[in-house]
């Protein structure tokens, strides 16, 4: 089972800027990709990676979020700029199968780490 874990959560003000870890047990060149989910909402796919370095973002978060990853240390990464307070959200890292253009987060998901920002 891949166990997965993340951190670097915290309180932060709007316009401030976050970076997100997380540490994977195994390697990270499959796809993976970061979830996150407001209280009394919806979980939303924020940011994902393909096995080639395909990035893809929800809307939101466009020229805003990057996410990146270092396969030499089977971490992956969420660089999040201009920090919204409706990005405050659990955030999961997660790793998964693409299928055709589709991100299924099926191989494990970490704990969640929260993040939220203050106006």
């Known amino acids: 089972q891949v166990r997965l874990m993340e951190s670097g959560g915290g309180l932060v003000q709007a316009g401030e800027s976050l970076t997100l870890s997380c540490a994977v047990s195994t390697s990270i060149t499959i796809a993976s990709g970061w979830y996150r989910q407001p209280q009394e909402k919806q979980r939303e796919l924020v940011a994902r990676i393909t096995s080639d370095g395909t990035r893809n973002y929800a809307d939101s978060v466009v020229g805003r979020f990057s996410i990146s990853r270092d396969n030499g240390k089977n971490t992956m990464y969420l660089h999040m700029n201009s920090l919204k307070p409706e990005d405050t959200a659990v955030y999961y890292c997660?790793?998964?199968?693409?299928?055709?253009?589709?991100?299924?987060?099926?191989?494990?998901w970490g704990q969640g780490t929260q993040v939220t920002v203050s106006s």
């Open positions: 997660t790793v998964g199968t693409l299928i055709g253009t589709d991100y299924y987060p099926n191989l494990g």
